[in-house]
Nanobody, 115 residues
Framework: QVQLVESGGGLVQAGGSLRLSCAAP????????MGWYRQAPGKQRELVAS???????DYADSVKGRFTISRDDARNTMYLQMNLLKPEDTAVYYC?????????WGRGTQVTVSS
């Protein structure tokens, strides 16, 4: 069974920073589109950012200029650097790996931003 393991969530004050990590098996990490999603209470899960195996990135408008997605191919790990955090960024953040056929999810990590 494919496991995506997130880490790095926590509680931070508005304006602060956090870095999330997602470790994946090499067979997945090297070819799948990797991404971060988030889901706030009472809301639908939404895409935050994604990064391809070639390093092409995409961001939700709400996080552009504040969040940076990156990958370390030697460690099979994806990161999400989150700066200038806002209370509305509070959510469970999920690591995602997607191909045309399959999609895998991590268990999620809680990010809470206090005002």
């Amino acid at each position: 069974q494919v496991q995506l393991v997130e880490s790095g969530g926590g509680l931070v004050q508005a304006g602060g920073s956090l870095r999330l990590s997602c470790a994946a098996p090499r067979s997945i990490f090297s070819v799948y589109l990797m991404g971060w999603y988030r889901q706030a209470p009472g809301k639908q899960r939404e895409l935050v950012a994604s990064i391809s195996s070639l390093g092409v990135t995409d961001y939700a408008d709400s996080v552009k200029g504040r969040f940076t997605i990156s990958r370390d191919d030697a460690r099979n790990t994806m990161y999400l650097q989150m700066n200038l955090l806002k209370p509305e960024d509070t959510a469970v953040y999920y690591c995602n790996a997607a191909s045309r056929i399959l999609t895998y999810w991590g268990r999620g990590t809680q990010v809470t931003v206090s005002s």
